[in-house]
């Protein structure tokens, strides 16, 4: 199970940063990543970490701005997020599923097992 958390109203320019706790299964081997969708829109992917070792990847609208790490004490992930802009402004979503070795196969969202509840960011101009 995941429960993603840390959502909330912030200012342009602002920082937030997300946490997805993880619970009733290890996650070794997995890609945790966060997803986030407009209304209207699907669901789109945002940032990726693998479970076990130091490997990140992120879309090239938030490269540069966010950062996702994980705290295996804690069993957490966090995407921490600065610079935040009114386009940022969509539900956040936590999600699992086993590594796969294709090219960017942990963008797709249809292939995740496992999916935390969203969490509204909102940034205001």
């Known amino acids: 199970q995941l429960q993603a958390s840390g959502g909330g109203l912030v200012q342009s320019g602002g920082s937030l940063r997300l946490s997805c706790a993880a619970s009733?299964?290890?996650?070794?081997?997995?890609?945790m990543s966060w997803f986030r969708q407009a209304p209207g829109k699907e669901r789109e992917f945002v940032a990726a970490?693998?479970?076990?070792?130091?490997?990140?990847y992120f879309i090239d609208s938030v490269k540069d701005r966010f950062t996702i790490s994980r705290d295996y004490a804690k069993n957490t992930m966090y995407l921490q997020m600065n610079s935040l802009n009114p386009e940022d402004t969509v539900v956040y979503y936590c999600a699992a599923r086993r590594y796969c070795s294709n090219y960017g196969c942990y963008k797709s969202a249809a292939e995740y097992d496992y999916w935390g509840q969203g969490t509204q960011v909102t940034v205001s101009s």
């Open positions: 009733g299964r290890p996650f070794s081997n997995y890609y």
């Open positions: 970490i693998r479970w076990d070792v130091t490997s990140t």
